[in-house]
């Protein structure tokens, strides 16, 4: 295969990861192996051997961290939010796209969060004005497993510029609360 050797302009760390494999990080895939743990650490730090995080909580913006995660065909099981951090590009495998399965013991509102609000306060991690480069692509979100009667979102977007969600299906239960995209505030 293709060695992914991605450098960032103006980011003086040499071991920055640029693209990250989901499996690099841990994931498995196999729709049983809760994988959440994994998918968050491959979006939320620098490298895959590193405890430092990127752009989250308290950074307004950076375009300095980009990171391209990729998800290899399967299913991956999750029980709580995917956080999908500043400058981040989700994208699934385009021939047979992966699928995300919502765990029966799911706790959260949200699947995937690109703008994460802080607890008891109402307010984003991000300036809603400035919340650019991301994209969720070639994904299939499945909460058939979850409980129909709460209210979640399998994506909480915020709008924005220099963002895209492109060939994703949401597949949910029948007269259920869920709700495929919940799109706030931001700029655009």
Request: charged share 10%.
């Amino acid at each position: 295969g293709m060695t992914m050797n991605g450098k960032v302009p103006f980011n003086s760390d040499s071991t920055f990861q640029v693209f990250r494999n989901v499996k690099s990080f841990g994931a498995v895939g196999d729709g049983v192996t809760d994988d959440t743990a994994a998918i968050n650490r491959a979006i939320s730090v620098v490298n895959s051997g590193s405890n430092i995080n990127r752009c989250g909580p308290g950074c307004d913006s950076t375009t300095i961290q980009p990171a391209l995660v990729y998800f290899p065909q399967g299913t991956y099981l999750v029980s709580s939010t995917i956080i999908q951090y500043y400058f981040t590009q989700i994208v699934g495998d385009a021939v047979n796209p992966p699928t995300i399965k919502v765990a029966g013991n799911f706790q959260g509102q949200q699947v995937i969060d690109s703008d994460p609000y802080y607890p008891n306060s109402g307010n984003n991690w991000y300036t809603n004005q400035n919340n650019f480069y991301r994209q969720i692509r070639n994904l299939v979100i499945d909460s058939r497993s979850f409980s129909p009667a709460p209210t979640i979102y399998l994506i909480h977007w915020q709008v924005a510029q220099a963002t895209s969600i492109t060939n994703v299906q949401f597949l949910m239960p029948q007269n259920s609360n869920h709700i495929g995209i919940f799109a706030d505030n931001g700029s655009g």
